[in-house]
């Protein structure tokens, strides 16, 4: 149970910082996508099933302000969540190397199929080198700031996990 109110609370707060606290401090090309940390967190700590249900919490909140009806969020992280269980348990993703990498790899992913949504339900958006370019630097700040807040999950869930339960208190 507490597990699943810190992953709530980690959703909230990753909401919030994408919503609020990064559109007004830096600009476009420097965002992480703490959603995906989150899910990608889920994935290699808990398993591909309770990945699976943050991944459609996640991309259900991320989905809030693209276009009625287009569904990316969900799906992006359900494909995040799938790679990431599988490539767990083929590879050695413990590795800051490779987990950068996959970050990457996830952003570039991302970034393709949101370009071409907005491309095809806005005619007057940023042009393609533009877009290109944004990408490129999302890529790069996912790729070096994503392992190290992949580790500070990783650290928290070990603190969480031996810290001492409320009911140890009430017995001694």
């Known amino acids: 149970m507490r597990t699943v109110l810190l992953y709530l609370l980690l959703t909230l707060i990753a909401h ?11 600009p476009a090309g420097l965002h992480v996508d703490f ?9 290699f700590t808990h398993g591909a099933t309770k990945g699976y249900v943050l991944a459609i919490l996640v991309g259900i909140l991320s989905d809030l302000g693209l276009p009625p009806g287009v569904g990316f969020g969900p799906l992006y992280y ?4 799938f790679l990431a269980s599988v490539l767990w348990q083929n590879l050695n993703l413990q590795s800051r190397r490779y987990q950068a990498i996959f970050l990457g790899l996830c952003t570039l992913l991302q970034g393709w199929g949101l ?6 339900h ?5 042009g393609v080198a533009d877009m290109a370019r944004i990408l490129v630097w999302r890529i ?13 999950l990783m650290r928290l869930e070990r603190w969480q996990k031996t810290s ?5 208190y009430q017995q001694g």
Not at 16 to 22: F, M, S
Not at 115 to 120: E, P, S
Not at 144 to 149: H, N
Request: aromatic share 2%; hydrophobic share 65%.
């Open 16 to 26: 919030l910082l994408q919503t609020v606290l990064l559109p007004s401090l830096a």
């Open 35 to 43: 959603f995906l940390i989150l899910a990608v967190h889920a994935t």
């Open 78 to 81: 359900l494909v995040a969540v």
């Open 115 to 120: 370009g071409l949504i907005l491309m095809t």
């Open 122 to 126: 806005n005619a007057e958006s940023a």
């Open 140 to 152: 790069l700040v996912v790729a070096i700031v994503g392992p190290v807040l992949l580790s500070a």
């Open 164 to 168: 001492p339960h409320p009911e140890e």
